[in-house]
């Protein structure tokens, strides 16, 4: 099939479902987008960050690249950053990897010399110079997911450490880092808990190199709803086991 005309015509039924629901909504996009984050992502074809966000099209900027490196020379990604800070004035900056990556997976492969192993470098260099820890954390998928992790948190300080991120803190710009991943057996981003908004939280950060012996403990929506409504219940409720809780201890005789 040399025609690519049903794509045509998806768009055609999505702008006019668009337009049904509301019809200045194209009006309002094409004078102008004023997005309040920028969505760092590995361009894996599951996620999308509107669609994982629930955003509409003008509501983040998006850049993406196999399992979401940042290459402090990449003019790609620092022609974006710039713009984000400068021009849309993003306030948020969220570096999203997921679980499973298989440009995570590629790094910690043995083969070299493909263009993606040049991408890919700072992290399987950082993945062999763990390697004994990383053998130590269970099986292969165990070890792919904890790298998906770090590697989220590895170039989030990438990001923070650009002189474009710095100068922007400098300046007093309100400017916060998040490093997320998702899960895409659930559909579910989970905070990796590394935000950062100024120099001095992120010369506080421990080094990634640190991070590999540290467990991570990413929160999911749920879990944070879940943590809120014990919070809510206030520090005495919890001292006491619930009450459907059977007791452990052996009934006096
Ligand atoms: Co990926």
């Given at each position: 099939?040399?025609s690519?005309?049903?794509?045509?015509?998806?768009?055609?039924?999505?702008?006019d479902?668009?337009?049904?629901?509301?019809?200045?909504?194209?009006?309002?996009?094409?004078?102008?987008?004023?997005?309040?984050?920028?969505?760092i992502?590995?361009?894996?074809?599951?996620?999308?960050?509107?669609?994982?966000?629930?955003?509409?099209?003008?509501?983040?900027?998006?850049?993406?690249?196999?399992?979401?490196?940042?290459?402090?020379?990449?003019?790609?990604?620092l022609?974006?950053?710039?713009?984000?800070?400068?021009?849309?004035?993003?306030?948020?900056?969220?570096?999203?990897g997921?679980?499973?990556?298989?440009?995570?997976?590629?790094?910690?492969?043995?083969?070299?010399?493909?263009?993606?192993?040049?991408w890919l470098?700072p992290l399987?260099?950082?993945?062999?110079?763990?390697?004994p820890?990383?053998?130590?954390?269970?099986?292969?998928?165990?070890?792919?997911?904890?790298?998906?992790?770090?590697?989220?948190?590895?170039?989030?300080?990438?990001?923070?450490?650009?002189?474009?991120?710095?100068?922007?803190?400098?300046?007093?710009?309100?400017?916060?880092?998040?490093?997320?991943?998702?899960?895409?057996?659930d559909?579910?981003?989970?905070?990796?808990?590394?935000?950062?908004?100024?120099?001095?939280?992120?010369?506080?950060?421990?080094?990634?190199?640190?991070?590999?012996?540290?467990?991570?403990?990413?929160?999911s929506?749920?879990?944070r709803h879940?943590?809120?409504?014990?919070?809510a219940?206030?520090?005495a409720?919890?001292?006491?086991?619930?009450?459907?809780?059977?007791?452990?201890?052996k009934?006096?005789?």
């Amino acid at each position: 099939m040399r025609s690519l005309d049903h794509l045509f015509d998806r768009n055609v039924a999505w702008a006019d479902r668009k337009t049904e629901q509301d019809p200045t909504f194209f009006r309002r996009l094409s004078e102008q987008q004023a997005p309040q984050y920028l969505w760092i992502g590995c361009s894996d074809s599951r996620i999308t960050a509107n669609d994982v966000l629930g955003l509409d099209p003008g509501e983040v900027f998006v850049h993406r690249n196999i399992a979401n490196i940042v290459h402090t020379s990449d003019m790609n990604i620092l022609a974006v950053l710039e713009y984000a800070i400068e021009v849309l004035r993003v306030r948020h900056i969220i570096v999203s990897g997921h679980y499973g990556c298989g440009g995570v997976q590629r790094a910690m492969a043995e083969e070299r010399g493909a263009l993606v192993d040049h991408w890919l470098q700072p992290l399987s260099m950082f993945y062999r110079k763990h390697r004994p820890l990383f053998d130590g954390m269970g099986e292969a998928p165990q070890q792919l997911n904890r790298l998906c992790e770090l590697n989220v948190e590895m170039q989030l300080r990438r990001v923070a450490a650009t002189p474009i991120v710095e100068g922007a803190w400098l300046r007093g710009v309100e400017l916060h880092l998040h490093g997320w991943i998702y899960g895409m057996h659930d559909g579910l981003l989970r905070d990796l808990g590394a935000t950062v908004a100024s120099i001095e939280e992120r010369d506080a950060l421990p080094s990634i190199d640190q991070r590999v012996t540290q467990r991570s403990e990413p929160l999911s929506p749920r879990r944070r709803h879940a943590l809120e409504a014990f919070s809510a219940l206030g520090l005495a409720d919890m001292a006491s086991p619930p009450c459907c809780m059977p007791s452990l201890e052996k009934p006096p005789k």
